[in-house]
């Protein structure tokens, strides 16, 4: 594998492990703010199917469809970001 290559797969491992804590970080948060994580989400469907839908709040939606996919998003821009920053 050549040098390029090499840096690329670094990029691309920081920017993972930054999303990956950022989301247990947005977990927690969830937790905290008694909103449906996409695990309760899953599990919500399972039991109920469709009509678990109509269960959740409208925070919940917020949350998952807006607010926790901004949050993760950020968390790759933070890790491209510190790739930037330890490759310079």
Do not use: C, H
Not at 2 to 20: E, H, P, Q, R, S
Not at 41 to 49: F, R
Not at 52 to 60: A, S, T
């Amino acid at each position: 594998m050549d040098t390029k290559n090499k840096i690329n797969m670094l990029k691309i491992y920081i920017i993972g492990i930054a999303v990956l804590l950022i989301a247990i970080l947005a977990n927690i948060l969830a937790s905290m703010l008694g909103v449906l994580s996409w695990y309760d989400a899953i599990l919500s469907l399972q039991k109920n199917g469709m009509g678990g839908l109509k269960q959740w709040r409208v925070l919940d939606y917020v949350w998952l469809f807006i607010l926790y996919p901004t949050i993760l998003g950020a968390g790759a821009f933070l890790g491209n970001r510190l790739f930037e920053l330890l490759v310079k």
